[in-house]
């Protein structure tokens, strides 16, 4: 063991040394003239307009834009709860371009969502619209052979990564681990924004990611999401926002990246673009039909349009870690904080990670210590939905401080929710592969799994990061939209977890609509993901005077907090009843305990989060 453990050090050092190293001039120079020679140049589009089709979404913003004056700013909002709307919508943008695209995430996934819009991106490159694709080195791509057919795919399309490891666009699990001991806060500071922006006039922004479970396309696990599409003067605020993480020393083009550069140097030239390969092609080609279906976009999506006056769109500066003093580097996360602060008599969250920054908890405490303190209704996971189980534990630990001191009324969401399950029938269409696909092919688009938790999600940590077992079969949903609305007068909608990550480490964006017709419209779709038919409610547990005290020792301990009867449980609504808050007086004759972690089957992951909670709250910071 101890040997082991000694050549593992030898290891970690020996990849400080040599990756730490950035690619030398003489090489990126080399790399750049080939990828110059091997360049793709051919249009297929001779028109001023570059062959756009008609876009009654990007038409929309125009027309806000031109009414708009700086006083009074004119802007088209469409809230996109809907996965196959958000889809399409973006399909319909990409298509629509006539100048510009500008592309940033935090996953993109080679799967069917994420082939999908890169491929529509490279033929909107060569019909002559301007695309670039910012994407975060940990969890996008991956692949340097995919990398370096990229970087020649078109003159027209350029990719960049954010904050890569060791300048590599592909982490080893080692390189992880070598990246938290030698450099934590740079390496842990992850680019979180997901911004689509078309001609500098309309924008997609929220929680979406470029991968299946974003889309309710994946067969096992898909997450219940939000995006808000934005037209008019807020666009510009995107394209600027965007302009500078573009220009930041984070964002690293293809060629210096260290394995990218040598497939380059030792490729044999240009590899031509395969055409993607999709595990469900009757779905692909459905959206894109929808995307050019005039009747389908007027009822998905212009029809949920509202024309509005003031739209903000925030963004934290890149690499906020390096600058926290700058009071710039935070913009998002400390507008969100002054929101909830001016709160009056209602704050409704949805996140999927109950896990408040130090900062955050005090804001709440405030507003719960006032003579008549708003109700703040929260939104969040359950053991049986999350995909981030030790991001879990710490919330689970910390329940009597949501519900005594900060005055939450806590919803978990169930992991077979009917209403998402009703909502994204259409996206999940088609789920079954063609017998052609199954096999080695199916498992390995199974195996795959995405997550937002940052150090907690390494493609060589998947299998852990994987959901706790359930007692039943099919299609789980997991919570992943993050949304605000305070005293149905604005809305937010972005990236932001309202956690210690989101506050700290990773950069964040999203927009504020000052209507109170879209915070009623947010407010709804909020309130019905904690219905009794998709969410349990969290409230205090019935228990004896002694086991309370014993459970309020523990919970006060920074680590062994082992006590198994927590100072609050999960609750079902029961058969006949009418739904009712937890500070009812007929709460409990209504509702049944349905214990701690409903719906789980016994597993190591329930140990891991008893263990997590007792030991884990030293944690909390980097959650």
């Not at 909107?124 to 020649?152: H, M």
């Not at 992850?190 to 994946?218: E, P």
């Not at 096992?220 to 605020?237: H, I, S």
């Not at 050019?292 to 769109?313: F, M, P």
Request: charged content about 25%; aromatic content about 8%; hydrophobic content about 40%.
């Amino acid at each position: 063991m101890i040997q082991r453990w000694i050549a593992f050090s030898i290891l970690l050092v020996a990849i400080l040394v040599s990756s730490g190293c950035s690619v030398s001039p003489t090489r990126i120079h080399r790399a750049d003239a080939i990828v110059a020679a091997d360049m793709q140049h051919p249009l297929d589009c001779d028109r001023a307009d570059h062959c756009a089709i008609d876009s009654p979404l990007l038409d929309a913003a125009h027309d806000a834009l031109a009414s708009s004056t700086e006083a009074q700013p004119v802007h088209a909002v469409t809230l996109l709860n809907d996965s196959e709307a958000a889809m399409v919508a973006r399909l319909n943008l990409i298509r629509a371009a006539q100048h510009s695209i500008d592309v940033q995430t935090y996953i993109w996934d080679q799967d069917d969502a994420g082939q999908l819009v890169l491929n529509e991106l490279l033929k909107a490159a060569r019909r002559g619209v301007k695309v670039r694709i910012l994407a975060d080195q940990l969890f996008s791509f991956g692949d340097p052979a995919l990398l370096n057919r990229l970087a020649s795919a078109h003159e027209n399309l350029e990719v960049r990564l954010y904050n890569p490891t060791f300048h590599e666009a592909q982490t080893s699990a080692v390189e992880f681990t070598a990246g938290i001991v030698c450099c934590f806060r740079k390496f842990n500071q992850r680019m979180h924004n997901k911004l689509l922006l078309v001609d500098n006039a309309i924008g997609i922004t929220g929680g979406r990611n470029y991968q299946d479970r974003y889309f309710d396309w994946d067969a096992d696990f898909d997450y219940v999401d939000r995006d808000v599409m934005v037209g008019g003067p807020a666009a510009l605020a995107m394209a600027a926002s965007f302009e500078t993480f573009w220009k930041h020393k984070r964002s690293t083009p293809l060629t210096h990246l260290r394995d990218v550069n040598r497939r380059i140097l030792d490729g044999d030239g240009a590899q031509p673009w395969p055409p993607p390969h999709y595990a469900h092609p009757q779905r692909v080609a459905r959206v894109l039909d929808e995307a050019e279906d005039g009747e389908w976009l007027d009822d998905a999506l212009v029809s949920e349009t509202l024309r509005t006056g003031r739209v903000d769109y925030f963004s934290d500066l890149p690499a906020k870690t390096e600058q926290p003093q700058q009071h710039d580097a935070r913009e998002f996360t400390a507008h969100v904080m002054r929101l909830v602060g001016a709160a009056k008599h209602e704050v409704v969250m949805q996140t999927p990670y109950l896990v408040l920054s130090q900062r955050a908890q005090d804001i709440f405490a405030n507003l719960h210590q006032r003579e008549t303190p708003p109700r703040i209704i929260v939104s969040t996971n359950s053991l049986a939905s999350t995909d981030a189980f030790a991001v879990y534990a710490i919330s689970y630990k910390h329940r009597k401080r949501y519900l005594k001191d900060l005055g939450f009324e806590i919803y978990e969401m169930k992991p077979r929710a009917a209403g998402p399950a009703d909502d994204n029938a259409e996206a999940s269409a088609d789920d079954a592969p063609p017998p052609a696909e199954q096999g080695e092919h199916g498992k390995a688009a199974r195996r795959r799994i995405g997550t937002e938790r940052g150090l907690l999600g390494s493609r060589s940590q998947a299998r852990r990061n994987r959901p706790a077992p359930l007692t039943g079969e099919g299609r789980r949903f997991g919570l992943h939209a993050k949304s605000l609305v305070v005293d149905d007068d604005f809305a937010m909608v972005g990236s932001h977890n309202f956690d210690p990550r989101s506050d700290h480490y990773n950069t964040e964006a999203g927009v504020i609509v000052y209507d109170a017709r879209f915070a009623n419209e947010l407010r709804e779709s909020i309130l019905r993901d904690t219905q009794p038919e998709n969410a349990w409610v969290v409230a205090p547990r019935q228990q004896s005077s002694l086991s309370l005290a014993i459970g309020n020792i523990s919970a006060s301990l920074p680590i062994f907090d082992l006590w198994p009867y927590r100072y609050a449980t999960s609750y079902e609504l029961k058969a006949g009843c009418t739904p009712m808050r937890p500070s009812d007086p007929a709460f409990f004759s209504c509702y049944t305990p349905v214990g701690d972690f409903p719906d789980v089957a016994s597993s190591p992951k329930l140990i891991y989060t008893r263990l997590i909670t007792a030991f884990g709250s030293s944690a909390m910071g980097v959650l």
